[in-house]
């Protein structure tokens, strides 16, 4: 079945450049330009992956989004790739390494602008871990 | 409107407080008086004045004290000591210890006016200087984050679609057309990486640093370097003989942080130095510090240079591609970790970099 993403970032020109990769992946993409309407599609609608932009408005705006997934016992085993610009504030010495903020369950950082191939890599083994976990937990 | 300048005396005799006030009524100024040092103390924390006449000689607490405790209060409170004439050294004295002038005692209307003005003055532009120093602060706070958001972001955002538009036509492209692809998706790539040292230079936040410090092994930094820099190694056919025990005693700092100081420093050794080469690595106790030494065979650097290669954006003639940026960045991280970090050089022989850093020690 088509797996089904949300992507929340406030950047449309980036958005579309995500969305393009993700659509010939074969993903069926929604996309919300803010955190509210964000929180509205995740409240109404059943999605297999977020992409969430962290620095969305004033501030790290994505960052709340993420501690309001946490809370939610259903949203909480979503799986979560977290996309920043804000490279200098973690640590990049070792960008081959994946970096997992541990913000939701199942997360994974990656630096704006995200090549295609690598796109794909996270976005299928974030979903495949998040469907495991649940597989052992039944 | 602004608000009027707050003056506050401070003197035992009634005469001065009352001819102050007479001296002053109508002038522009709001004035308090107190008729001791406890009281004019107590006054200078409620009304925060912007200028204190302090009589020196006063019974109860000395106009000394009252001076030292001003300062505690606020340092930018502007003060001028009251004094007889027989006392004009304990007024230099006072003086030496932060009061910013003196009126000598009997004083003329004029001359308590215009000392008073000054004093107003003074003060107004300690704030001013202030304000402006912290403006300076958070401009270049402002300037990260412009960087950041108008620059990278967009940046960026064409970098994204130009991954995914050679991604979309991925079958349908010729090889010479993939080819202009992929010298834009490169040069923009670089521009990017770019951006990304300035705001490293900008924003290596020494007091957040502090934050992460513990006591760690130096053998962790120096493998998670040489890791980072073996493909470079690799391909310049450069032999890193490192010979760092694991048995040297800890000391306190932030590994990635150190990762990146090592990475920058061996990764010029191997960037400044001729093919198959060899780069050493060595640490060792030196009293309370450890030293660690990375030594390369490379092309050296010249006694003019010398002095600058810490500066931001400061780069040799070598030709080689660089920013600037990695020694000044090892730098603030070697100066948080409150270390050193020495350079010998010699010119077409090599360079050596010791990079000291303080042993942990376990505090009671
Ligand atoms: N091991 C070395 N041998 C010779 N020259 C060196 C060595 N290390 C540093 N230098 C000189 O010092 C300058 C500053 O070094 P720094 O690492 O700060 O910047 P860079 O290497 O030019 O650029 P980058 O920011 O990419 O590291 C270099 O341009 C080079 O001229
Ligand atoms: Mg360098």
């Not at chain 1, 059943?46 to 997934?69: N, P, S």
């Not at chain 2, 350079?343 to 970099?353: I, N």
Request: proline share 5%; net charge negative.
């Amino acid at each position: 079945m088509t797996k089904k993403l949300l992507m929340i970032d406030d950047d449309p020109d980036f958005v579309s450049g995500i969305k393009a990769i993700l659509d010939k992946g074969g993903f069926e993409v929604d996309v919300a330009y803010n955190p509210k309407d964000g929180m509205t599609a995740l409240q109404t609608k059943q999605y297999d992956l977020l992409l969430l932009d962290i620095m969305m408005g004033r501030g790290a705006e994505g960052i709340m989004i993420a501690r309001k997934l946490r809370k939610d016992v259903k949203l909480r085993e979503l799986p979560v790739l977290i996309m920043t610009g804000m490279r200098e504030q973690i640590a990049f010495l070792f960008p081959g390494e994946p970096i997992h903020p541990r913000f939701v369950e199942i997360d994974e950082l990656v630096e704006k602008p995200v090549e295609p191939k690598m796109l794909l890599e996270k976005v299928n083994s974030l979903i495949a871990a998040a469907e495991a976990k649940k597989a052992g937990k039944k | 409107m602004e608000t009027k300048p707050k003056i506050l005396i401070i003197d035992d005799e009634e005469v001065v407080l009352d001819s102050c006030t007479q001296i002053l009524k109508g002038s522009g100024y709001q004035l308090k008086i107190a008729n001791d040092g406890l009281r004019g103390v107590e006054l200078v924390r409620e009304y925060q004045p912007d200028l204190v006449f302090v009589d020196l000689k006063m019974p109860g607490i000395s106009g000394f004290e009252v001076l030292e405790k001003v300062r505690e209060i606020d340092s930018t409170i502007v003060t001028v000591v009251i004094t007889g004439f027989a006392t004009v050294s304990s007024a230099v004295d006072a003086m030496k210890k932060g009061a910013y002038d003196f009126l000598p005692k009997p004083f003329t209307p004029d001359e308590f006016r215009m000392i008073a003005r000054r004093g107003i003055e003074r003060r107004r532009l300690m704030l001013e200087t202030i304000a402006l120093r912290r403006e300076k602060e958070l401009l270049r706070e402002q300037f990260a984050s412009i960087v950041s958001h108008e620059l990278k972001a967009p940046l960026g955002a064409v970098q994204q679609n130009l991954f995914a538009l050679d991604f979309e036509l991925e079958e349908k492209l010729t090889e010479e057309q993939k080819a202009k692809f992929g010298r834009i998706k490169i040069r923009i790539d670089e521009l990017l990486k770019l951006i990304n040292s300035w705001l490293r230079v900008i924003s290596v936040d020494i007091n957040k640093l502090k934050d992460s410090f513990a006591q760690v092994s130096i053998t962790k930094p120096i493998s998670n370097a040489l890791e980072s820099v073996a493909s470079l190694a690799e391909r310049k056919n450069i032999e890193i003989v490192s010979s760092i025990s694991d048995q040297l005693p800890p000391i306190l700092g932030d590994v990635l942080s150190l990762s990146e100081v090592f990475v920058n420093i061996m990764g010029n050794s191997i960037k400044y130095s001729p093919d198959g080469t060899k780069v050493t690595l060595t640490a060792e106790v030196q009293g309370q510090n450890l030293v660690t030494t990375i030594q390369d065979g490379g092309i050296g650097i010249s006694p003019e240079d010398l002095p600058h290669i810490f500066d931001g954006f400061f780069r040799g003639k070598s030709g080689q591609a660089g920013h600037g940026i990695g020694l000044a960045v090892a730098h603030q991280i070697v100066d948080a970790h409150h270390g050193s970090i020495n350079v010998t050089s010699e010119l077409g022989k090599g360079t050596t970099f010791m990079v000291s850093l303080p042993l942990f020690v376990n505090s009671p």
